[in-house]
């Protein structure tokens, strides 16, 4: 079903309203296809490059059997939308990607388990539910760690570092009434991550590796390739080919890693969509992820994905967005999302600029 070509000018449902659909939706009109948007009220960039789009709650049936029964696939562009929307819609239609990946992303103890599975090395950590969980990883743990919320954190997000000062009867006090891993802090030297788009028949692309810099939990900059030695670039490529065939992935899967001063990577977490840290592709590859997703779904050819020259991505966000007039020179590409920028560490836009 994967392998049919959908004809040009087919719909493709792009399921929540971000800047990563805004760029899903513009490589639809690149290669020929309309795009439909689905999301709730708020500040929906992909609203206004989308040939059609619905403002509706998750939970709204009426306006999601509309969505449905409007498109020919159905894609994501962030991974907390309600499983069950996914279910509703595999019943009729693809999903790019399917919801056992989904619900694996959406749920930290999963892809933590999914990825040792798959042979990659996962930080230790401990799911904390009450005091006494907590207890028994704080003191396992004997040292510095990070708390993480089990489901729904990104951008650092719904995380709070903790030392061998703190105390259970502390910590506890401040994450009562939901769910944590205890996530043991990793001394890495970069971090790292990885994007494979995969189709059903098991026809996959790996984009050259990008290190990412952030700050404050928040993506900073990026840039390709990273300096990696061969024999990690292959085994990271290798393992994420093997996680997203475990998976049984159908579009795009970005998987973040720390990598330690032994040249090893150390899992930290995955996103099954279009990643920030490769940005850069719209400029770097000749074939962009979106447009490689849009490809991916619609059944055209995998576009090349070669690298030859280095590249960096830099975000701009609530905090830095008056820097824009600095970039306004030649070698920069810019990319502004056209959000409203009041709340704090809020994605607004992003510089491509090649480095040599
Ligand atoms: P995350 O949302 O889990 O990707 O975390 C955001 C950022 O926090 C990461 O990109 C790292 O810079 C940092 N971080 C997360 N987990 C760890 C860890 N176990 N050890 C050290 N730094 C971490």
Same mark, same amino acid.
């Given at each position: 079903m994967s392998n049919v070509l959908l004809p040009l000018g087919s719909s493709i449902g792009i399921l929540g309203g971000g800047q990563l659909g805004r760029m899903i939706a513009m490589s639809c009109i690149e290669l020929g296809y309309k795009s439909f948007v689905y999301c709730p009220?708020?500040?929906?960039?992909?609203v206004e490059v989308s040939s059609q789009h619905i403002i509706g709650d998750w939970n709204n049936n009426l306006l999601l059997n509309k969505f449905i029964s409007s498109v020919d696939a159905v894609t994501i562009e962030?991974?907390? !939308?309600?499983?069950e929307v996914i279910q509703k819609v595999e019943q009729k239609l693809l999903v790019y990607p399917n919801s056992k990946v989904l619900r694996t992303s959406q749920y930290r103890p999963y892809e933590k388990k999914y990825a040792k599975l798959s042979g990659i090395d996962v930080p230790r950590w401990w799911l904390v539910n009450s005091k006494n969980d907590l207890e028994f990883a704080m003191n396992e743990l004997d040292g510095k760690g990070i708390l993480k919320t089990?489901?729904?954190?990104?951008?650092?997000?719904?995380q709070l570092k903790i030392t061998k000062k703190d105390t259970p009867d502390k910590i506890w006090e401040i994450i009562k009434g939901k769910e944590f891993i205890l996530e043991e802090f990793v001394n890495f030297n970069s971090e790292i991550s990885f994007l494979i788009c995969r189709r059903k028949n098991k026809e996959f692309c790996m984009f050259p590796p990008t290190e990412n810099k952030h700050k404050d939990g928040i993506l900073n900059k990026s840039i390709a390739p990273?300096?990696?030695s061969e024999e990690t670039w292959l085994s990271g490529a290798a393992k994420v080919s093997k996680l997203a065939e475990d998976l049984d992935l159908n579009g795009l899967l970005a998987v973040e890693f720390f990598l330690l001063e032994n040249g090893k990577l150390l899992f930290n977490e995955m996103a099954p969509r279009p990643h920030?840290?490769?940005?850069?592709t719209m400029d770097g590859?000749?074939?962009?992820q979106f447009n490689q997703l849009v490809r991916c779904i619609t059944g055209v050819p995998f576009g090349d994905i070669s690298i030859s020259s280095s590249w960096e991505m830099i975000n701009l966000l609530s905090e830095n967005f008056s820097d824009l007039t600095k970039y306004y020179s030649e070698k920069n590409k810019i990319y502004l999302y056209?959000?409203?920028? !009041?709340?704090?560490?809020?994605?607004?836009g992003h510089i491509n600029r090649l480095i040599n």
């Open positions: 009220q708020g500040d929906n960039p992909a962030f991974e907390n !939308i309600p499983i089990s489901s729904f954190g990104y951008d650092g997000k719904g990273a300096d990696l920030n840290s490769f940005h850069w590859l000749s074939c962009s056209n959000k409203n920028g !009041i709340k704090t560490k809020r994605k607004l």
